[in-house]
Structure formats: structure tokens, C-alpha cells
């Protein structure tokens, strides 16, 4: 077999076009196993579907863009039941021409696709916000932490649609977002840093409100297609209504998990002291998980708390960074059991299955470990992933 495709920094692949060999394994490749192989075999063709076939009599071309024969006219390559097409195919006795087998069955090519995530940056601007502990006060703190020397939203804008949306009691009608977002959008920081420059701590905390206020942005503006939409909360108070300042958690972590059960991931960062088992139930709830564990469980997603300007600049980074996955999309699916048959390589180092990266549902090659710090580090990843194609579930339509 000819080598796969590389594809250049994907957190996303497609599969390329690539027909799937048939059951019957006695058709051998000329240009594999001859030696020394025809000439035809260096002949270059456009593997396009639906291309006019620019290979010499008696070859076909191959998804890799070279032609290829698999039997020869009047030979036995085929085996019983079949016979050798004009373009080097085997075809079974009797088709009608709908359907050719190709054998030996090739690897599946990928090309990348990135995939870019919609964060929305959900920021509390209730009074409490105006607190000095964190200086020069929590609610530049956080301006700080997103947009200073090593802000996340000035280090990653170029690869993530960050939106924002400021929420407090003081924005009539509650909860009035009009005036206090800016739309998501790739290199976006300027415009977003703008907007929390633009306004004060004031007024409660309704974060019930504001959250499903975001669910029905996203579903008003959905993402643009397989960038997976998420929250990202940032609060330092207990949270209340508009017009009461009765502390009631039970709204918010509901709303955490209507965003959850919309397609959202939220995570949230606290600031300052504030209520651990409301940011655990928060977290858990934004992520699907169950509520009421104790805070820092093992099977708990975790949640981000900062006291002091630097823990709150590394925060927001470590949230983002996880945000930028190590997910590796496939439009096609892996039989699961064969998964270990296939072979990935980050930088040209080859990963082992299972330690460095494992199949999800699938159809996602997930990077672990220290293979994912590697790919997230690289300034320019090249990724090569390749399966043997009998071991590929392809959609239907896409043979």
C-alpha cells in the first residue's frame, strides 16, 4: 500500500474519497507486488469521483492519485466468480457494471479540517465584583486575566470564536443582555475587552438568568457547523435574582444543566471564597454529570477557583487549553474492535493505541497523555492517521 495523506495541525479529519474493497482477496496490486513494477504505476491520475480515467489501457486510478491494476486481462488474479474489468478491476460475474470490487482494499486517506470551539465568556458585573481582595479589583482582575501579558482570550482568539456577555441585577429589564455582549467571533479580543471596559460592578447576581439567556443566544446563532458551543462562567457571588437577593443555587445549577442537555458544556471559575459544593454541583451539572457529590470527587469534572491575580490568569488558561481538544473528528465510523489495527503518528512519532490515544463512539481519535501535551504544544502538529479499510464503516452514500 502506498503511504496515507499527512495532514497538517486537524483537530478534525474528513475521510477523502477512498472505495472499499470487496470480500474476495485474490486480486493483487501490479504495482505492489510485481517486480519490478510496470511502468503504468508511476503514471499519475486525478482521483476525483467522477473523473475522466487518464491511465493506460488496463489500469485504474487510486485514491492516492497514481494508476493501479489489480488483474490482468484473461488472468486469474481475480479468483472464481469474478473477472478482470478494462481498468484493472475485479468485477463478479454477472454485475451490471453497478458495482466493482476493489482489491486489495486500500487505506483510508484523511484530510484535515480544523475544528474551532464557540466559547462564550459569561461574566458577573454584580456589585460584589467592585471587592479590592483581588486587585486592583475582582472585576479588572478578571479583565486582566483574560486580555493581560499572557491573557487566554489574546492568546487563543486565533483559534477559538470567543463571544461575551456581562449579567447583573442593574440591566432592566432583567436579564436585559442588549448592550452588553459582543457576537462570537475568531480574533476577537479587542472588541471584547472593550465591552468589560465599558461598564462597573453594580446590581445582583442572577445567574440563572443569564445562563439561559446564553442557551437561547446559541440556539438563535448557532456555531458554525462542528465548532461545539460552550460556556465559560465567571462569578464571585451566590447567586440571587434580579429583584431579591435571597441566595438560591438550586435555578443556576438547573440552568447548567438545561445547557448541558442543549449540546452546552459550561465551566465555571469562582472568585474569592465562594460556596466549593455550588461550584462542584455547577461544574458536574454543566458536563452531564450528577449533582450532590462532595467537591473534588473522583468522577467530578473540576471547577476553577482563583484568589490572587495569577491564580485567576492561570485558570482562565487552564480552561481554554482543555477547551482546545485533543479530539481528532471522523465524518465516517471504526468498527471498535479493530481500532488497535490502525495507525496514528503525531510528528511523525507513532502513538501507541490505548495509552496515547483511544477510538470514542467510533468516530473520535483522542489524543491522552502526554501525546495530547505534545500535539497542543507543537506551534505547526503534523498528524498521520491511517486504517485498514475493512476495518471502516462508511456512511451511506459515501462509498
Same mark, same amino acid.
Given at each position: 500500500m502506498r503511504p496515507t495523506v499527512v495532514g497538517v495541525f486537524a483537530i478534525a479529519f474528513a475521510f477523502a474519497a477512498a472505495a472499499c474493497g470487496g470480500k474476495n482477496n485474490n486480486g493483487v496490486s501490479q504495482c505492489d507486488n510485481v517486480v519490478p513494477p510496470p511502468a503504468e504505476c508511476m503514471v499519475q491520475c486525478d482521483p476525483t469521483p467522477g473523473a475522466a480515467n487518464t491511465c493506460p489501457a488496463g489500469y485504474h486510478c487510486t485514491p492516492d492519485g497514481h494508476c493501479d491494476a489489480l488483474c490482468t486481462q484473461g488472468g486469474s488474479e481475480c479468483g472464481g466468480g469474478y473477472h478482470c474489468t478494462a481498468d484493472g478491476n475485479c468485477e463478479q460475474d454477472g454485475n451490471d457494471g453497478g458495482i466493482t470490487i476493489d482489491m486489495p482494499c486500500p487505506a483510508v486517506v484523511f484530510t484535515p479540517m480544523k475544528t474551532t470551539p464557540s466559547v462564550e465568556l459569561v461574566v458577573d458585573r454584580s456589585g460584589s465584583m467592585d471587592g479590592t481582595d483581588i486587585p486592583p479589583t475582582r472585576y479588572q482582575a478578571v479583565e486582566n486575566g483574560l486580555f493581560g501579558a499572557n491573557g487566554a482570550v489574546n492568546a487563543n482568539q486565533a483559534d477559538v470564536f470567543f463571544g461575551a456577555a456581562l449579567y447583573s441585577g442593574d440591566q432592566i429589564p432583567c436579564l436585559n443582555l442588549n448592550g452588553f455582549t459582543v457576537p462570537r467571533a475568531l480574533n476577537n479580543a479587542s472588541a471584547i475587552q472593550n465591552l468589560l471596559g465599558? %461598564?462597573?460592578? &453594580?446590581?445582583?447576581?442572577? /445567574? @440563572?438568568?443569564?445562563?439561559?439567556?446564553?442557551? @437561547?443566544? %446559541? @440556539? !438563535?446563532? #448557532? #456555531? #458554525?457547523?462542528?465548532?461545539?458551543?460552550i460556556i465559560l462562567l465567571t462569578t464571585d457571588g451566590e447567586p440571587n435574582s434580579c429583584n431579591s437577593n435571597v441566595v438560591n443555587f438550586g435555578p443556576s445549577i438547573q440552568a447548567a444543566q438545561n445547557a448541558f442537555n442543549s449540546g452546552i458544556q459550561l465551566f465555571i471559575l469562582g472568585l474569592a471564597g465562594l460556596n466549593t459544593q455550588f461550584l462542584q454541583d455547577m461544574a458536574n451539572a454543566g458536563t452531564g454529570k450528577a449533582t450532590n457529590q462532595n467537591p473534588g470527587c473522583a468522577q467530578c469534572s473540576p471547577f476553577f477557583v482563583a484568589n490572587d491575580p495569577a491564580s485567576l490568569t492561570a485558570a482562565f488558561n487552564s480552561i481554554i487549553n482543555g477547551i482546545i481538544s485533543c479530539d481528532l473528528m471522523l465524518n465516517g465510523t471504526i468498527d471498535d474492535t479493530?481500532?488497535? &489495527?490502525?495507525?496514528? /503518528?503525531?510528528?511523525?512519532?507513532? =502513538?501507541? %493505541?490505548?495509552?496515547?490515544?483511544? =477510538?470514542?463512539?467510533? *468516530?473520535?481519535?483522542? =489524543?491522552?497523555? !502526554?501525546?495530547?501535551?505534545? %500535539?497542543?504544544?507543537?506551534? *505547526?502538529?503534523?498528524?498521520q492517521a491511517s486504517f485498514p479499510c475493512g476495518s471502516v464503516i462508511f456512511k451511506p452514500g459515501s462509498h
Open positions: 465599558s %461598564f462597573n460592578p &453594580s446590581g445582583n447576581t442572577p /445567574t @440563572a438568568d443569564a445562563i439561559n439567556a446564553i442557551i @437561547a443566544d %446559541f @440556539a !438563535a446563532n #448557532p #456555531p #458554525p457547523a462542528g465548532s461545539p458551543p479493530q481500532a488497535a &489495527s490502525g495507525t496514528v /503518528t503525531v510528528n511523525g512519532q507513532m =502513538l501507541m %493505541f490505548g495509552t496515547d490515544w483511544v =477510538l470514542v463512539n467510533g *468516530n473520535i481519535i483522542r =489524543l491522552v497523555g !502526554a501525546a495530547c501535551d505534545n %500535539f497542543k504544544n507543537s506551534n *505547526n502538529p503534523t498528524v
